[in-house]
Every structure is written in structure tokens, then in C-alpha cells.
């Protein structure tokens, strides 16, 4: 009975151990959006002036910089309620804004009007998150990389490397270097075939003139008669 009641105790302490740890994190919770409140009210506008819209959306990190913004709306990548917007356009509380930017769209509804730019955890406090999530990352295969101290590529390196890029253009198999035949280049091959079966030129002193292709008997008949 003893031990049951010990082990009663031991359960009871660990419970009120774990609901202690979590009141403590509730509490550091609402702490920490109560901190993120105070700056974002700090960051809003005085005396209730408007705030551009090219403005909103870097303040509350949508863009990098306050250019980009500008630019954004200037192309037609910002609407707000719908519509087309220009960099000097006022939002206000309730305002659904799209934003096209760096391949992804983001919608976004206004909570809060800040003029000045806040960090990540009080920037999500000024407006409600209801854009589609982004695309997957293509797995793309690193093509090129070399180790470091390798040298510069041999020639057989740089064809691996123009493979991987896609960069060959040799799919069409090879092109002769004579280039495509003619009428001319046929004449004259003609010709050439025409004088190979001819026989051999005569290649002796211009004054004997070329022997003659008949027989030994004709020729010396020719004598001969000549004499």
C-alpha cells in the first residue's frame, strides 16, 4: 500500500511537472506575439497616414528591397483586390494583395498598415498567410564542376562537359569535308576518268615526238618505204 501511494505521488508530481512546462510555453507564446504586436504598432504609420502598397510589401518582407517592390507593381505583378496596382497605391485593412514574385505568387490578406520595414517574426503578425505552396526544387545535376588544383580541362574533358550541358550538335552524324558535288566537279571528274584510260602520256624530249602505238613489223615497213 505503501509503495502504491508513492508511485500516486511520483504520477501526480510528474503531471503537474508536464502542465507547468506547458503553461510555461503558452505563456512564452503570448509573450512573444504580444512583443511582435508592440513592434508592428510601433511600425505603423503616425497620425493615420496612408501607407503605399510598394512600401507594405517590403516592410513586411515580401520583397528585399523597396526598388523591387516598385518594380513589381510597375510590370503588373501586384494586384490588390483583383486589380492592377501602382507603386503609390494605399492599402488598407482587409485588402487581399497578389504578389508574383521570383517564380512563386503569394497571397496575402492586410492585418496591419506598417510603413516601416519589421523583422520575419513581427512580419508575419501584419497579414494572413493564404498563398498556395511553392513548387518542388527541380533536381538538377550539378554539370561542369571540377576539383579544385585540377588544372584547366583536356580536350576530352571539355566534350564531356559540352555533353552534359547539352551543347553537342553532332546528332546529325558527320558532314564529308568535300561539301556536296556539283555539275562541274562531275565534268571534270569525267574528264579525268577519260584520260586515265587513254593511257600514259608521252614524258620524252619534245623534238622525238610520241612513240607510235603500232606494232614493231609497221613501223619498220614505214622506214622502209621512206627510204
Do not use: F
Amino acid at each position: 500500500m505503501a509503495s502504491q501511494g508513492a508511485d500516486g505521488e511520483m504520477k501526480s508530481a510528474d503531471a503537474g511537472d508536464a502542465r507547468g512546462s506547458g503553461d510555461t510555453e503558452a505563456a512564452a507564446a503570448t509573450a512573444g506575439a504580444a512583443s511582435a504586436a508592440r513592434a508592428a504598432a510601433a511600425a505603423g504609420p503616425a497620425g493615420g497616414e496612408s501607407v503605399r502598397v510598394d512600401s507594405w510589401i517590403w516592410s513586411v518582407r515580401l520583397v528585399k528591397t523597396r526598388s523591387m517592390g516598385a518594380t513589381a507593381c510597375r510590370g503588373g505583378h501586384v494586384r490588390v483586390n483583383g486589380e492592377r496596382v501602382k507603386p503609390a497605391y494605399s492599402v488598407r485593412v482587409g485588402d487581399e494583395v497578389r504578389l508574383r514574385h521570383e517564380g512563386r505568387e503569394r497571397v496575402v490578406v492586410v492585418k496591419r498598415v506598417i510603413r516601416k520595414r519589421v523583422g520575419a517574426p513581427v512580419a508575419v503578425e501584419c497579414y494572413v498567410d493564404n498563398s498556395p505552396p511553392p513548387p518542388p526544387r527541380e533536381a538538377v545535376a550539378p554539370a561542369g564542376l571540377r576539383d579544385r588544383g585540377a588544372g584547366r580541362p583536356t580536350k576530352r574533358d571539355r566534350r564531356e562537359l559540352e555533353r552534359l550541358r547539352g551543347m553537342q550538335t553532332g546528332s546529325s552524324g558527320p558532314v564529308s569535308s568535300a561539301g556536296p558535288s556539283t555539275g562541274t566537279t562531275g565534268a571534270t571528274g569525267s574528264a579525268g576518268a577519260s584520260r586515265r584510260s587513254a593511257g600514259p602520256r608521252w614524258s620524252g624530249p619534245p623534238w622525238a615526238g610520241p612513240r607510235s602505238s603500232g606494232s614493231p613489223g609497221s613501223s619498220g615497213s614505214s622506214g622502209s618505204s621512206g627510204s
